[in-house]
């Protein structure tokens, strides 16, 4: 099973936003709702951000929201601040007790 | 506070062995399958294995299947990945993975692994 394909950057000014996607095929993403969202800081842990393609974990602001339509997953970070540089990847159930991840989008903020 | 706390990486020959292992507190550890995923230099993230709660039931990669072993010991919280025959192609960060409902909800901060001669 390949990778789900996501763009290699993405980059916004303090304040604007920026939507990252994530594609799949109806094997995972557009079969399942069970696409959920990272945040990784090189070298710290990474942490989950949206789970089950819109739902937010205690803690995560709600500049962090998600979505889907067919076999493409999006996360969108408004207000963007400067803490939001990372890089984000997404994954998707893909069924068999599998799970695929996205390639990452490297998050600049400019 | 849920904690994950890898160990056992290093530098290791090709065709060698490796051990990790993973200490986890704050959280009912019996109760979670619980995964290791890993990122090799510059590339993105790949889920490794899987363990089921009480460790009957297991799953790998395709790519390490026959060469690592999951384990677990429910009465020391702890995680392990048995590597065996490693090959360059496993150089990466292993992070040990709690999982949530069909997603990694807590990450361990990592061990490296690098396979070299």
């Known amino acids: 099973q390949s990778a789900l394909t996501q763009p290699p950057s993405a980059s916004g000014s303090p304040g604007q936003s920026v939507t990252i996607s994530c594609t799949g095929t109806?094997?995972?993403?557009?079969?399942?709702?069970?696409v959920s969202w990272y945040q990784h800081h090189p070298g710290k842990a990474p942490k989950l951000i949206i789970s089950?393609?819109?739902k937010r974990p205690s803690g995560v602001p709600d500049r962090f929201s998600g979505s889907k339509s067919g076999n493409t997953a999006s996360l969108t970070v408004s207000g963007l601040q400067a803490e939001d540089e990372a890089d984000y990847y997404c994954?998707?159930?893909?069924?068999?007790?599998?799970?695929?991840f996205g390639t990452g989008t490297s998050v600049t903020v400019l | 506070e849920v904690q994950l706390v890898e160990s056992g990486g290093g530098l290791v020959q090709p065709g060698g062995s490796l051990r990790l292992s993973c200490a986890a507190s704050?959280?009912?550890?019996?109760?979670?399958?619980l995964s290791w995923v890993r990122q090799a230099p510059g590339k993105g993230l790949e889920w490794v294995a899987k363990i089921k709660q009480d460790g009957s039931d297991k799953d790998y990669v395709d790519s390490v299947k026959g060469r690592f072993t999951i384990s677990r010991d429910n009465a020391k919280n702890s995680l392990y990945l048995q590597m065996n025959s490693l090959r360059a192609d496993d150089t990466a960060v292993y992070y040990c993975?709690?999982?949530?409902?069909?997603?990694?909800?807590?990450w361990g901060q990592g061990t490296l692994v690098t396979v070299s001669s």
């Open positions: 109806s094997s995972d993403i557009g079969g399942y709702n069970y």
């Open positions: 089950e393609v819109t």
């Open positions: 704050g959280f009912s550890f019996s109760n979670y399958w």
């Open positions: 994954s998707s159930f893909a069924g068999s007790k599998n799970f695929l």
């Open positions: 993975v709690k999982e949530g409902w069909y997603c990694f909800d807590y």
